[in-house]
C-alpha cells in the first residue's frame, strides 16, 4: 500500500528560470499538500495536465526527490527514513530511464539486474518471464538504436520490473506508443493488479485512466482536487465521462492561483 500525507514540494529557481519563466518569484511550488492512498491490488490514477505536478509527485514517492513537507509511506516505510530500503520494494518506469544505445537488449537486462543486487540464476530466470511476455527473445541481441519505440518501451518495463516489486510506478506508460505496443502495456498492468501488486500510474489521457484505474486522484497546478473511483467522481461532478468531468474541474480550479 502507498500513503502520501501532506505531500508539498517547493523547487528553488536559479536566475536563469526565474528569467524564462517570466516571474520574480524565487520559489515554485510543484505540489502542494497532497494526500491520497493506493491499496494493494489496485491501480490508482494520478490524473492531470502536463506540468500538474504528477511526474514530481512520482519521483518523490520513487525517492528520486525528497519532500519539502509531508511524508510518503511504501508499505508503512517512510521513503525519506528508509531510502534503500523503499528502492528495493519499488519498480519506477520513467521517460527519463537511461539505456545505452550501443548495448543489447540483454546486455542492458543483465546489468540492471546485477545494480538490484540478483545473482544469475535470479535474473536468468526473470529475463525468460519478462522477455517472453512482451516477445523480447527475438530481438535481445540487437542493439538498443536498433529498436523500434515500442520496444524500447516494453524493454523498458522489463528493466523497471526486474526485481519484481510490490509497488510499481508508470509515467505516462503508453504516450506516443502504437496500438498494439499500448495494449500489450496495459495488458501487462492489469496482470500485475491481478497478482496483487500496487500499481501507481499517471497520465493525462482520460481514456486510458477510465480503462484502468480503481481510484484516481486528480491535480490541477500542484493541488489535488479530486480523489476517488470513477463512478464517485462523476456523480460529484454530474459528468457523463471522466474527460467532461476533468474539464469541469479545470474550469473550477484551473485559474486560482497556486
Not at 29 to 46: C, Q, T
Not at 222 to 232: N, P, S, T
Request: aromatic share 8%.
Amino acid at each position: 500500500m502507498l500513503e502520501v500525507k501532506d505531500f508539498t514540494k517547493i523547487y528553488k529557481l536559479s536566475k536563469k528560470q526565474m528569467k524564462e519563466m517570466r516571474t520574480d518569484e524565487h520559489n515554485k511550488v510543484a505540489a502542494s499538500h497532497i494526500d491520497f492512498i493506493a491499496p494493494k491490488g489496485e491501480i490508482f490514477g494520478l490524473l492531470g495536465p502536463n506540468g500538474a505536478g504528477k511526474t514530481t509527485t512520482l519521483r518523490s514517492i520513487a525517492t528520486l526527490l525528497t519532500p519539502t513537507a509531508g511524508e510518503i509511506f511504501v508499505n508503512g516505510v517512510n521513503v525519506v527514513k528508509e531510502a534503500d530500503k523503499v528502492r528495493g520494494m519499488v519498480g519506477f518506469l520513467t521517460n527519463d530511464i537511461k539505456m545505452d544505445e550501443n548495448f543489447t537488449a540483454d546486455y542492458i537486462f543483465e546489468f540492471f539486474g546485477k545494480l538490484r543486487g540478483m545473482d544469475k540464476e535470479q535474473i536468468d530466470k526473470r529475463k525468460q518471464e519478462l522477455f517472453s511476455y512482451f516477445n523480447i527473445n527475438e530481438y535481445k541481441d540487437k542493439k538498443i538504436e536498433e529498436l523500434s519505440t515500442g520496444m524500447k518501451q516494453k524493454l523498458a518495463i522489463a528493466v523497471c520490473v526486474i526485481h519484481d516489486p510490490e509497488i510499481v510506478i508508470f509515467d505516462e506508460p503508453t504516450n506516443g506508443l502504437d496500438i498494439i505496443t499500448a495494449k500489450a502495456v496495459t495488458d501487462y498492468l492489469l496482470d500485475l493488479r491481478a497478482r496483487g501488486k500496487t500499481i501507481i500510474i499517471s497520465t493525462h489521457i482520460m481514456s486510458v485512466a477510465e480503462k484502468l484505474c480503481d481510484r484516481m486522484a486528480i491535480i490541477i497546478q500542484g493541488k489535488k482536487v479530486e480523489d476517488g473511483k470513477l463512478d464517485e467522481i462523476l456523480k460529484r461532478w454530474e459528468a457523463s465521462d471522466l474527460e467532461d468531468a476533468f474539464f469541469k474541474m479545470y474550469v473550477t480550479y484551473g485559474k486560482e492561483e497556486k
